[in-house]
Each structure stands twice: as C-alpha cells, then as structure tokens.
C-alpha cells in the first residue's frame, strides 16, 4: 500500500515561490508515476505537474509550464513540486498522488481519475 503525505504549503503573495514536498512509502511498481492535481472549490480537479520515477520525464499543464518544476530525490522516496512565480489562479489545495501508468507519460497522467493513490493535500494560498 503506497501513503502519500504532502508538506510545504502556505500562503504566499503573487510573484512569490513555495516548493511542495511529497514523501512516499511503500514505494513500489504501483507508483511510478507521480502527480500533482490541483483542486479549487466549485471546480473541477486538474493535473498541473507529473514525473515517472522510470525515466524521469516531466509533463505540465500549460498553466504552469515555465514556472513549476516536478523532482525527485535520488531515493525516490520524496517528490518536490517547486512552484515560482505564483499568481491567485494557483491557489487551491494540491494533492500528490500516485499510480502505475505504462508510457508515455501525456496525457494519463494529468487525468486525476487514473492515480488509485491520493495524500491528504496541502493549501497553497496566493493573495496579495
């Protein structure tokens, strides 16, 4: 059973910068893709940010291309969304999630419904 727990979140003001943090255990075949979904009240969630801990390819939506940046560490136990630039349309709670998706990476893995793992999210607030 993966467990994802996300930690970083804040407020910040537009133009500023916060980097999420994602720690996974039992870290296994079943989680070599990793997400990032956003989700605002009202609104449906989105895949803003995910990376394959198979080859490290990247894919972002293009909302946030150019300002996010997905990583991970050497022990594929924590995966970084660094996010620069902020504005108040990336307000919202940001999951990380999970799952086990064969190549390529686009467009599965911005689909919040094909990850079977969800940590608890994080709230990041952009406000003046």
């Known amino acids: 059973q993966v467990q994802l727990v996300e930690s970083g979140g804040g407020k910040v003001q537009p133009g500023g910068s916060l980097r999420l943090s994602c720690h996974a255990s039992?870290?296994?075949?079943?989680?070599?893709?990793i997400g990032w979904i956003r989700q605002v009240p009202g609104e449906e969630r989105i895949g803003v940010a995910c990376?394959?801990?198979?080859?490290?390819?990247?894919y972002y939506d293009d909302s946030v291309k150019g300002r996010f940046t997905v990583s991970r560490d050497d022990t594929n136990t924590t995966v970084y969304l660094q996010m620069d630039n902020l504005t108040p349309w990336d307000t919202g709670v940001y999951f990380c999630a999970a799952d086990s998706h064969p190549p390529p990476l686009y467009p599965r893995c911005t689909l919040p419904d094909e990850y079977r793992y969800y940590g608890q999210g994080t709230q990041v607030t952009v406000s003046a």
């Open positions: 039992g870290f296994t075949q079943d989680s070599e893709t």
């Open positions: 990376i394959s801990i198979r080859d490290d390819s990247t």
